[in-house]
C-alpha cells in the first residue's frame, strides 16, 4: 500500500493513505531515512498501524547535517518559504544557509518577510531587496494582518516552512491552517531568540489545495553534505562569475583576481553573504571526527 508521510516523531511516523486514514507506522530494525512528505511503501501489521518497508523514488529532498547526523526537513517539495524578521533578530546567516540547502536541492525558494506591521521592519525590507535582485522573491506579511501574499503563493504547492525559532512562524500556520493549533512560542528577550516550539515536520492540507509542512525553528542549519563544487554552484553570485577569476580553479578566498571577492569588496556582491560563504567552506573542508 502506498501511503505519504505527513508527520515525523523520531522512529516513528504518521502516514495517509489515499482513503484519507491515517496510520502509525514505524521503520523496520534501525532504518532511518523517511521525511515528511515522502510516498512509502507500508505494510500494514493490525488497524491502525504498521510498517514502512520503503522509501518510494523522491523528486527532491531538504536536509541539514552536521559532522555527527543529518536531519530530514522535508520531500517532494514544490518550493521552499524561508521565514525571517526584524524582531527579535535577523539572522542573516542562517538564511543564507537555507537558501543554500535549497539551491542544492534545486527546490525554488522564497522569502517570507513577516512582522510587516512592526516599524522596525522597514529597513530590514529594504536590505532583503538586494535577495529580490538575485532572484529570490520577498514576500511580505504579518501573522496578525495581511498574509495574502502568502497565500498566493502557496495555492496548489506543496510548500516547507522553514526558519529560525521567533520569526513567526507558528503564528502564520495558524493563520493559514487554523485546525493545526499550533503552539506559538514565547520570545525569550532575555537571549533574543524565539523559544522553540515545534519538535517534528508536520505536513498540513491546505484549504485552496496544496500542502504545507510546518518544520522545526532552528538556531543551526549545518550544510556538511556540501562539498566545495556544490557550495559554489550554490550561490548565484558565483554561477555569474564563473570563469572570470584569473585561476580556472579560484576558491574564491584570498586568490589575486579573484571576480567574486572583487564583486564582495566593491559591493556587487552583499558582503554577508561573501562570509557566509566562507564561513560554508571552511565547515565542510573540516574533518570528520
Do not use: W
Not at 533578530?89 to 539551491?103: D, H, K, P, Q, Y
Amino acid at each position: 500500500m502506498i501511503a505519504r508521510v505527513i508527520a515525523t516523531h523520531g522512529r516513528h511516523f504518521l502516514v495517509a493513505v489515499e482513503s484519507g486514514e491515517i496510520i502509525e507506522c514505524v521503520t523496520r530494525g534501525k532504518k532511518g531515512g523517511v521525511a515528511c512528505g515522502d510516498q512509502v511503501s507500508i505494510q500494514i501489521t493490525q488497524p491502525g498501524a504498521g510498517v514502512i518497508e520503503r522509501v518510494e523514488e523522491r523528486r527532491n529532498l531538504l536536509y541539514r547535517s552536521d559532522a555527527m547526523r543529518e536531519k530530514l526537513l522535508a520531500a517532494n517539495l514544490d518550493q521552499a518559504l524561508i521565514v525571517v524578521a526584524a524582531v527579535p533578530l535577523f539572522r542573516e546567516e542562517l538564511l543564507i544557509r537555507c537558501l543554500v540547502a535549497c539551491e542544492a536541492a534545486d527546490i525554488p525558494a522564497r522569502i517570507v518577510l513577516n512582522k510587516i506591521d512592526l516599524p522596525e521592519t522597514a529597513r530590514l525590507a529594504d536590505y532583503l531587496s538586494a535577495y529580490e535582485a538575485i532572484g529570490y522573491p520577498v514576500l511580505k506579511v504579518s501573522a496578525v494582518g495581511d498574509i495574502r501574499a502568502l497565500e498566493v503563493e502557496l495555492a496548489g504547492r506543496v510548500s516547507i516552512l522553514v526558519g529560525a525559532s521567533g520569526m513567526g512562524k507558528s503564528s502564520l500556520l495558524n493563520r493559514l491552517v487554523p485546525e493545526a493549533k499550533a503552539v506559538v512560542g514565547a520570545i525569550s528577550e532575555a537571549l533574543d531568540a524565539g523559544r522553540h516550539t515545534t519538535t517534528h515536520s508536520r505536513l498540513h492540507e491546505l484549504p485552496r489545495h496544496g500542502a504545507l509542512i510546518d518544520s522545526p525553528g532552528m538556531q543551526e542549519f549545518g550544510l556538511r553534505h556540501l562539498d566545495a563544487p556544490g557550495l559554489m554552484a550554490a550561490f548565484p553570485e558565483l554561477r555569474e562569475r564563473a570563469g572570470q577569476c584569473r585561476f580556472y580553479n579560484c576558491r574564491h578566498i584570498h586568490e589575486p583576481g579573484c571576480a567574486v571577492r572583487d564583486a564582495a569588496e566593491s559591493g556587487a556582491m552583499l558582503l554577508g553573504r561573501y562570509r557566509a560563504y566562507l564561513n560554508l567552506l571552511t565547515e565542510i573542508s573540516a574533518p570528520a571526527y
